[in-house]
């Protein structure tokens, strides 16, 4: 099931439902255009960060000890 399927039902159930979308300043990856349409589309209270590569280089290294911290 996509993300805009599971967005889809999750709007028909929750009231005020918050999206976010993470967007690269790269073109070639940024899907961000699409998921604010699709936001658009349903209704959903959408959040939006650009992210460039000195926030790619700074989080990166970083990630391992975020996601243990997020699963503990």
Same mark, same amino acid.
């Given at each position: 099931? *996509?993300?805009?399927?599971? *967005?889809?039902?999750?709007? +028909?159930?929750?009231? +005020? &439902?918050n999206t976010y979308t993470i967007?690269?300043?790269?073109?070639?990856? %940024? !899907?961000? =255009?699409?998921? =604010? =349409?699709?936001?658009?589309? &349903?209704? *959903? +209270?959408?959040? !939006?960060?650009?992210? %460039? #590569?000195?926030?790619?280089? *700074? #989080? #990166?290294?970083?990630l391992p000890f975020i996601c243990?911290?997020?699963?503990?």
């Open positions: 099931m *996509t993300v805009q399927a599971v *967005t889809a039902l999750l709007r +028909n159930s929750v009231a +005020n &439902l967007g690269f300043s790269d073109e070639a990856f %940024d !899907e961000s =255009k699409h998921a =604010k =349409k699709v936001a658009e589309h &349903l209704g *959903t +209270n959408h959040h !939006e960060y650009t992210c %460039d #590569i000195k926030d790619a280089t *700074t #989080i #990166i290294p970083e243990r911290r997020a699963l503990w």
